[in-house]
């Protein structure tokens, strides 16, 4: 409510159609009584009129944004806000497309208006990682598009030097999908000039403020506004202008948006040559012909432009200061005077910024872009430069005011012309209001015959001498007698004199006022020349951005065509953008400037009245006021309101005008407020459209209810039917369940009872059964017994003949049975040595058993051998042969059983010493040990290695290990030892054999059992005779000297292991052993 009272304040009132009474003065007192209270924001019913109040308020805050999202936009306080959600709403909800056109003069917060309006939307689209993203590079490309398209002039610090058209485009949600840029005629002539007070582009000084010293130093720039002539040798500080901050914000943005450090490191080198090309310094010389011509005064400029672009020096001095000329078809290279030369060097550097900045703009353009195929809507938002009114005014300004003319005139056309055509189109009664229409201005300038700037294109193409006298005299002819057009000539002819008019100027009639333009200057700009050497000079740079800007450069590519002029290229770019304002939804903010000093909240009536009149606001209130703020067509106006009449709710079956007539009727309007035109419904007051939908909300809501009442019934009906149809189904299957269960049970008591009878019955039966079979098993047995009885009693006489025999054989055959059972159980161990056997239990039985003990026995023999090894066997065999040879004959033999027969004594292999006779004995070795050989001669014994192979037995000194005697066994004759357990061998060789020449040998061996078997086992296998073997007390050797009896002698005398010898005689030797 309070937002109504605010609309119906008398003293301000929110909404200037509600103004009483309505005069310039009452308009003005109310404005200023508005921005007094800080009420900057005043409606003239959709339009917003916004009073700049040159400080910040506290009224774009996050809870300010969330009172206008969705609100109703004349429930709300006006605020540039709710213009904003009425658009985006209207656009999101009805998919119109909605253009917002932000117009006012310079200083008057168009931009801030703008950037309102873009920050707002995004605060209340939705939110999403993708979404936020587009809408921070859509924000972030004004702090760019500003620092190298604004600039501050006397009357606006940060003032937009070039026209700026952005497109938003939304998904069918809502949410901004990235948009498109379009920019108008950038005011390049500040690059090279500008006045006392005012500043080039902000980027200039953003750049020598905020760069770091290795950036600067890589662009070649000092730290140093006052060192570059473009910056007028100023050091211009702004208050509350932090360049430095706005340096880096302009990186951070350029760095959201997309831009790679290379490509800003290429913008800002380009940016860099410009700001030094203004300090390359022309001297004049002259030419041998006498012509004036000039030369680079201080190369060092030059050449650090020329590392920075990658150019050679001369290249770049040579398109400073000369000028190829076509004469006839031959290239003739002119010198250019010091004049010349500097506008050549200040052409090129306003063509690098001024393309600078249309590739900038593109290169956000290509980040922001949505993909094509995607259905969109579009909001443009358009923040163009204001209306400019100078002391000296000229082709800009008339440019720029040609612009806003046609805005003023699209606002006309919208808003008072077209308003009122409708009234008169619709049959609505009207008393036409009188405006000021601009048409006539626009095709003073536009018209493309004998409009200005046609005359100023067909100036610039005439051949011969052109220049500005000519234009304006030819302007001066057509438009003599033009009501909006007046000059010295003009005035002349019409005999007044006006000394505010000089000669060389034209003055237009606009609508925003009287503005004077000074033709110098008009056509060399529209022409925008630029030497072709500079252009081709720029291609040839190595720098590929710089490059790209002049592909007019390319030789390859010579265009004929002549560029078109920047007056027609502007009057297209206008004319495209009318076109586009025209296909959508316009929504105004119109801006004013209160005070020319930037002052907060200071208010000057008569800067604001000059404001309110050329802008038309006062018609504008009047057609409001007059007309209807309202209006629809009948078909959509009854789909929106229908349901505030039983009579047209639901459904209207009737025409559509005859339903809102109806519909209206029923909701009892004053009929001042309402007026029916052949096609649309108009309805005066924006406080009854206001009540319309106020009702229209609450009826939505109370259908709403009754929907969701009519929904929640019918939900709970539904799952009602579906609970009882469940419940049907579950008892139907409980019954179904209990039955069976039931049915279960009694068929288990069923069988039950089925098996006890069946178990009684078969029990009885089975009772009967057994008495049966045992009568029957009685009567078997007594028919047996009876039947045995008569038998025996037959077979009598016959048994008893040879039942004894058969009785005893039983017996026999019986007791012989328990007894192989038993044998069976406890047969005794396996080890051979084991010759126990059970006795014979019963004496028959003895023999058996003595033949099963030795079968046993000899079977475990079997088995035992079966297991013995090859090396056991031939030990075993030695020992058999052993034992044949000596048992019972020699006493030795008993102390040699436990000995195991190991052949090898002394340790060949081991002992290097005994090296040679392994030599002797090879592989064929039997038996090696240490014995002792008696000497025949005296008796006495001496050590002797005694080696048997398989083919010689060898005798060796033990020191030299040497062998001492080779025998042949087939040498040997016999051997004699004696009885005793002595040692004591005689070796009885042939006489006819080598070694027998010697005589038989006598040898102490402490193996003597096992040397004499082996000896024998060696001569059965080498030639399969035994050896004669004599076992006495006495026996006969052969000697050298001849035959000697041996008598071996057991005595204790005999001295150990060696037996004592002694002679007796030359034929008798008697053997002591022990
Ligand atoms: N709503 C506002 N609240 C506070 N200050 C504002 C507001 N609007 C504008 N200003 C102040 O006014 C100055 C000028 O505004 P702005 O740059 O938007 O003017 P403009 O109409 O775009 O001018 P130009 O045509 O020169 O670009 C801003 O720098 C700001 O200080
Ligand atoms: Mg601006």
Redesign the pocket.
């Known amino acids: 409510m309070e937002a109504t009272t605010s609309l119906l304040d008398a003293a301000a009132v929110g909404d200037l159609v509600m103004l009483d009474p309505l005069s310039e003065e009452s308009l003005l007192r109310t404005l200023q009584e508005r921005f007094s209270r800080g009420e900057?924001y005043t409606y003239i019913g959709e339009v917003v009129i916004s009073v700049?109040?040159?400080?910040?308020?506290p009224i774009y805050t996050p809870e300010k944004v969330e009172e206008y999202h969705n609100c109703n936009f004349f429930a709300v306080k006006p605020h540039i806000y709710a213009i904003a959600d009425d658009a985006y709403r209207s656009l999101r909800d009805r998919d119109r497309d909605q253009c917002i056109l932000i117009t006012?003069e310079?200083?008057?917060?168009?931009?801030?208006a703008s950037k309102l309006v873009m920050s707002y939307v995004a605060a209340v689209s939705s939110k999403g990682e993708e979404v936020d993203k587009v809408k921070e590079q859509l924000l972030q490309s004004n702090p760019v598009l500003e620092a190298f398209g604004n600039a501050k002039?006397i009357?606006?610090?940060?003032?937009?030097r070039f026209g700026k058209y952005m497109d938003v485009e939304f998904d069918f949600k809502g949410d901004p999908l990235g948009g498109v840029i379009s920019n108008y005629l950038l005011e390049k002539s500040r690059i090279v000039r500008h006045v006392k007070g005012e500043r080039n582009f902000h980027i200039f000084y953003q750049l020598l403020a905020g760069g770091s010293a290795q950036l600067l130093q890589q662009l070649k720039l000092r730290p140093d506004c006052s060192h570059y002539g473009y910056l007028n040798h100023e050091k211009s500080v702004l208050p509350g202008m932090d360049d430095a901050a706005n340096f880096r914000a302009m990186q951070d943005a350029m760095a959201i948006i997309g831009f790679a450090p290379a490509e800003v490191t290429a913008l800002l080198e380009v940016t860099a040559v410009v700001l030094k090309l203004g300090n390359v310094k022309l001297s004049s010389c002259f030419q041998a012909s006498g012509m004036e011509a000039s030369s680079i005064a201080e190369p060092r400029e030059l050449q650090e432009i020329s590392q920075l672009i990658g150019l050679d020096p001369s290249t770049l001095e040579q398109a400073l200061c000369s000028r190829t000329v076509k004469v006839r078809d031959e290239s003739v290279l002119t010198a250019l005077s010091v004049s010349q030369g500097y506008y050549g060097r200040d052409a090129l550097a306003k063509n690098i910024y001024s393309r600078l900045f249309d590739w900038l703009v593109n290169r956000i353009n290509t980040s922001i872009q949505v993909k094509p195929g995607k259905q969109r809507k579009v909001m443009g938002v358009l923040?163009i430069?204001?209306f400019e009114i100078f002391q000296d005014n000229g082709f800009e300004q008339f440019i720029i005011n040609y612009c806003n003319e046609k805005l003023q005139q699209i606002f006309i056309l919208m808003t008072l012309k077209e308003e009122q055509e409708e009234y008169v189109r619709e049959g609505i009664q009207w008393t036409p209001v009188e405006f000021f229409d601009n048409s006539i201005i626009c095709d003073l300038i536009e018209n493309s015959k004998v409009g200005i700037l046609a005359m100023l294109d067909e100036e610039c193409l005439r051949p011969g001498t052109v220049n500005e006298d000519t234009f304006i005299t030819k302007l001066n002819q057509i438009f003599a007698s033009h009501k909006r057009y007046e000059s010295k000539e003009t005035l002349n002819a019409k005999h007044v004199t006006d000394v505010s008019l000089p000669l060389r100027c034209f003055r237009i009639h606009h609508y925003a006022g009287k503005v004077t333009y000074n033709v110098t200057g008009f056509i060399e700009k529209n022409n925008d020349l630029l030497f072709r050497d500079l252009s081709q000079a720029m291609w040839a740079a190595r720098h590929t951005l710089l490059r790209s800007l002049f592909p007019e450069g390319d030789p390859q590519r010579p265009s004929l065509k002549l560029p078109p002029t920047t007056g027609s290229q502007f009057k297209a770019s206008v004319a495209t953008l009318m076109k586009n304002l025209y296909s959508k939804n316009p929504n105004y903010i119109r801006?004013i400037k209160p005070n020319d000093t930037k002052t907060a909240m200071l208010f000057t009536p008569d800067l604001v009245l000059a404001q309110v009149r050329y802008l038309g606001l006062m018609e504008n209130v009047r057609v409001r006021r007059a007309g209807y703020a309202f209006r629809q067509l009948y078909q959509p106006f009854l789909e929106r309101y229908k349901m505030l009449s039983r009579k047209t709710w639901p459904r209207w079956t009737g025409g559509d005008r005859e339903g809102a007539e109806v519909l209206l009727a029923e909701l009892k309007f004053p009929p001042e407020e309402l007026a029916y035109g052949h096609t649309k419904i108009f309805i005066r007051s924006p406080r009854t459209l206001f009540d319309l939908e106020k009702r229209r909300q609450q009826r939505v809501a109370e259908l709403a209810t009754l929907i969701q009442k009519m929904f929640r019934g019918w939900c709970c009906r539904k799952r009602y039917q579906l609970m009882r149809k469940s419940q049907i189904l579950i008892s139907a299957w409980f019954r179904g369940h209990m039955q069976r269960n039931r049915y279960k049970q009694m068929k288990r008591s069923v069988l039950l009872l089925q098996a006890y009878a069946r178990g009684w019955k078969s029990r009885r039966l089975l009772r009967e059964l057994k008495v049966q079979r045992r009568r029957h098993l009685a009567a078997s047995t007594i028919s047996a017994y009876w039947k045995g009885y008569q038998t025996r009693r037959m077979y009598r006489r016959y048994f008893r003949s040879d039942a004894c025999t058969r009785l005893s054989n039983f017996i026999y055959r019986r007791m012989v049975q328990k007894y192989l059972m038993g044998l069976q159980k406890n047969l005794p161990p396996m080890a051979v040595l084991d010759r126990t056997w059970p006795p014979a239990p019963y004496k028959f039985l003895s023999d058996a058993n003595q033949e099963l003990k030795s079968i046993f026995y000899r079977w475990k023999c079997k088995k035992y051998r079966e297991q013995l090894t090859p090396q056991q066997r031939a030990m075993l065999q030695a020992k058999l042969c052993a034992s044949e040879l000596f048992k019972d004959k020699k006493a030795l033999y008993a102390q040699s059983l436990q000995q195991p027969f190991r052949g090898e004594y002394l340790g060949l292999t081991q002992n290097r010493k005994y090296q040679k006779l392994q030599a002797v004995a090879k592989d064929k070795l039997v038996m090696a040990e240490a014995v002792q050989k008696v000497n025949r001669a005296n008796g006495k014994t001496v050590p002797r290695l005694l080696l048997l192979t398989t083919e010689h037995l060898v005798l060796a000194d033990p020191k030299a290990a040497q062998p001492k005697m080779v025998l042949s066994l087939c040498d040997i004759q016999g051997a004699s030892v004696s009885r005793f357990s002595d040692g004591l061998l005689a070796l009885h060789l042939k006489e006819t054999s080598t070694a027998g020449g010697k005589g038989d040998l006598l040898l102490v061996s402490p193996h003597l059992i096992e040397l004499v078997t082996r000896l024998h086992q060696t001569l059965m296998d080498a030639t399969a005779q035994a050896l004669p073997l004599s076992i006495a007390d006495q026996f006969s050797t052969r000697f050298p000297k001849g035959d000697v009896a041996v008598t071996v002698v057991e005595s204790a005398k005999g001295g150990g292991d060696v037996p004592v010898c002694k002679k007796r005689g030359s034929h008798k030797m008697e053997i002591l052993v022990h």
């Open positions: 900057i700049n109040p040159y400080k910040p308020l006012g310079s200083g008057a917060g168009k931009t801030e002039t009357r606006n610090d940060n003032s937009s923040d430069y204001g801006c």
